[in-house]
């Protein structure tokens, strides 16, 4: 009998155990067999939500997959962690920190208390804010230094205060002002903001530095980098810098030394993570750009997302669906890693904001009080837009020795319906689901060459190589078109099923200490590549590569 792998917590191994055994069993069985047993498979096993629908059907599951992953979130008393997480627990215990982006998108009459204080009318005071300073942007009444109207703003950001509003402002191309582009600045790479700045006019550009600790290396070298270019461009007068520059932080100290006004800063709170800010003024560039009742719908998609997770039950509920599936996967099944893959061009940039999302929240080693975890916690994440994607990796999906479940996301409608684009997207979307869930058999392999007039020895050779191995799982998420509202509720959905799995995982997905050493390494080794003579103060392969970059 297969060991079972050790519970994250000892209350849990028994309906791990019972989980594990019935994996054992699921193994066993064909998708292709599953569906064929099953017609009404996809009714039994898709939700739909307002404007969404999630297709888990092509899983390697049966009601009692569900069931006892149901038990599992019952037992890890999922229902009590969202609860604490919607009212402001200081649930982030590593920071001692309340975990609110779901505040961010609360109506202005709800009420979520941190420390005694309710923080929705903070909230919306700031949402206040942006409308205002959009508004006089988007009316032309704040001009740059010459009075000219801003046609080019500019996020200098990084990670979360990067990540989140690019994606977004790319998936809302549709919604754009006219006379506005956006541009976004986050690699410390002087390429980044060299290849931006080269494009922009100084008198009709605005910056906004985004940064929560306004202390981040890469995006204060890009924005000091950027504020002495448009000295350099523009009458080199300090006076004119408030015109140009915004800041969006929680760290009101640094954005004024940086020679930002205190009124051209829009605040955000410790209890907003960076990873989960883009829903906050972190989002400004996104309501400068598609404007504030987009930004507005998008915050409203994603409220609607918060209340499906805390009312709807488990089985109901798509983000404990999709969560308690990537428990299954990871845990049961052994798959290493999950992919991406947007049937939406616009949606390009969802990989890459899922991946921090995702393996910054839940790439985490120890649990929740501090001691290593004995099974196995986030997946890899990646992924690429379809149909780019199977002309590239797809092969290794279909016929590698890998597992990699799928999400395919696809918008049924699209914003640019140009003679038979989006059928042929869609078409290949739900081929590939087929694909991947019945394969093709060796028997189906050889008519096929035998129909195209092989002979024996041929068929004998080839159709091995022809054979598809099917069962693969997949998620289908439509959404009936990429709104703002959707697209807040797609990525709400997201931040949940990853809330979910940690809950299961019994860690905290709302620190990030793994991305401190190499910070603190890097300082020392910026001062070393600077300071004359041979560095020695590290292993050897270490200072071999300092000390040859220096000779360069
Ligand atoms: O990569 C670590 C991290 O702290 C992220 O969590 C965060 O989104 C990013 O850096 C940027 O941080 P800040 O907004 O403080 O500049």
């Known amino acids: 009998m297969a060991k079972t792998p050790p519970s994250p917590s000892p209350d849990l191994a028994p309906i791990w155990q019972s989980l594990q055994a019935h994996a054992g069993e699921m193994?066993?069985?064909?998708?292709?067999?599953?569906?064929?047993?099953?017609?009404?498979?996809?009714?039994?096993?898709?939700?739909?939500?307002?404007?969404?629908?999630?297709?888990?059907?092509?899983?390697?599951?049966?009601?009692?997959?569900?069931?006892?992953?149901?038990?599992?979130?019952?037992?890890?008393?999922?229902?009590?962690?969202?609860?604490?997480?919607?009212?402001?627990?200081?649930?982030?215990?590593?920071?001692?920190?309340?975990?609110?982006?779901?505040?961010?998108?609360?109506?202005?009459?709800?009420?979520?208390?941190?420390?005694?204080?309710?923080?929705?009318?903070?909230?919306?005071?700031?949402?206040?804010?942006?409308?205002?300073?959009?508004?006089?942007?988007?009316?032309?009444?704040?001009?740059?230094?010459?009075?000219?109207?801003?046609?080019?703003?500019?996020?200098?950001?990084?990670?979360?205060?990067?990540?989140?509003?690019?994606?977004?402002?790319?998936?809302?191309?549709?919604?754009?002002?006219?006379?506005?582009?956006?541009?976004?600045?986050?690699?410390?790479?002087?390429?980044?903001?060299?290849?931006?700045?080269?494009?922009?006019?100084?008198?009709?550009?605005?910056?906004?530095?985004?940064?929560?600790?306004?202390?981040?290396?890469?995006?204060?070298?890009?924005?000091?980098?950027?504020?002495?270019?448009?000295?350099?461009?523009?009458?080199?007068?300090?006076?004119?810098?408030?015109?140009?520059?915004?800041?969006?932080?929680?760290?009101?100290?640094?954005?004024?030394?940086?020679?930002?006004?205190?009124?051209?800063?829009?605040?955000?709170?410790?209890?907003?993570?960076?990873?989960?800010?883009?829903?906050?003024?972190?989002?400004?560039?996104i309501t400068l750009i598609v404007g504030m009742d987009n930004f507005r719908k998008l915050l409203a998609g994603a409220h609607e997302m918060d209340e499906h997770f805390r009312h709807a039950d488990f089985l109901q509920n798509m983000p404990v669906i999709l969560g308690l599936l990537g428990v299954w996967y990871r845990n049961f099944l052994g798959a290493s890693n999950h992919a991406i893959l947007p049937y939406d061009h616009s949606l390009r940039l969802l990989p890459a904001y899922l991946q921090q999302a995702d393996m910054e929240s839940n790439g985490k080693g120890v649990s929740r009080d501090g001691n290593p975890v004995d099974w196995d916690t986030g997946p890899i994440i990646w992924g690429q837009p379809g149909t780019n994607g199977q002309h590239a990796f797809f092969q290794l999906i279909h016929q590698g020795t890998e597992m990699v479940p799928a999400d395919f996301i696809l918008p049924a409608r699209t914003h640019h319906p140009i003679s038979e684009h989006h059928e042929i997207l869609c078409a290949n979307c739900i081929a590939q689901t087929e694909a991947l869930m019945r394969g093709k058999t060796e028997e189906e392999a050889r008519e096929e060459l035998a129909a195209a007039g092989m002979d024996e020895a041929q068929i004998e050779a080839l159709a091995p190589h022809k054979v598809f191995p099917g069962n693969k799982p997949t998620n289908t998420i439509v959404l009936r078109q990429l709104t703002p509202f959707n697209l807040g509720k797609l990525i709400a959905l997201y931040e949940h099923k990853i809330f979910v799995e940690s809950i299961i995982w019994n860690i905290n997905a709302f620190d990030q200490w793994g991305v401190e050493l190499g910070k603190q390494l890097a300082n020392v080794i910026e001062h070393e590549l600077d300071s004359a003579g041979d560095c020695s103060s590290h292993d050897s392969s270490t200072n071999g590569l300092v000390n040859y970059l220096k000779r360069q």
């Not at 047993?37 to 569900?66: C, Q, V, W, Y």
């Not at 000091?224 to 929680?250: K, P």
């Not at 940086?258 to 209890?271: T, Y």
Request: glycine share 6%; with cysteine.
């Open 27 to 285: 193994k066993k069985q064909h998708l292709r067999d599953m569906f064929a047993a099953n017609p009404a498979r996809f009714r039994d096993f898709s939700l739909s939500h307002g404007e969404m629908l999630l297709d888990f059907s092509k899983n390697l599951i049966d009601a009692k997959t569900l069931r006892l992953l149901e038990k599992l979130a019952q037992q890890a008393e999922l229902e009590s962690w969202i609860t604490r997480m919607f009212r402001g627990d200081r649930i982030n215990n590593t920071e001692n920190r309340a975990v609110l982006h779901t505040a961010l998108r609360a109506p202005a009459d709800a009420e979520v208390t941190v420390d005694g204080q309710n923080v929705i009318p903070e909230v919306h005071r700031v949402l206040g804010q942006m409308e205002n300073f959009c508004a006089r942007v988007h009316d032309g009444s704040w001009t740059g230094y010459t009075g000219k109207a801003i046609t080019d703003i500019v996020n200098i950001g990084i990670g979360g205060s990067d990540l989140g509003p690019h994606m977004v402002s790319t998936a809302l191309r549709p919604y754009w002002k006219d006379g506005l582009s956006a541009h976004f600045v986050s690699n410390v790479d002087g390429t980044d903001i060299n290849e931006t700045l080269a494009r922009l006019n100084p008198e009709t550009t605005l910056f906004i530095i985004a940064s929560k600790t306004f202390t981040t290396r890469e995006t204060m070298t890009n924005a000091h980098t950027a504020r002495q270019w448009f000295l350099d461009n523009s009458e080199n007068r300090h006076s004119h810098v408030g015109r140009h520059f915004v800041a969006v932080s929680t760290n009101a100290s640094a954005v004024q030394a940086f020679g930002i006004d205190k009124d051209n800063m829009f605040e955000f709170w410790d209890w907003v993570g960076g990873r989960y800010s883009l829903w906050s003024a972190i989002g400004l560039p």
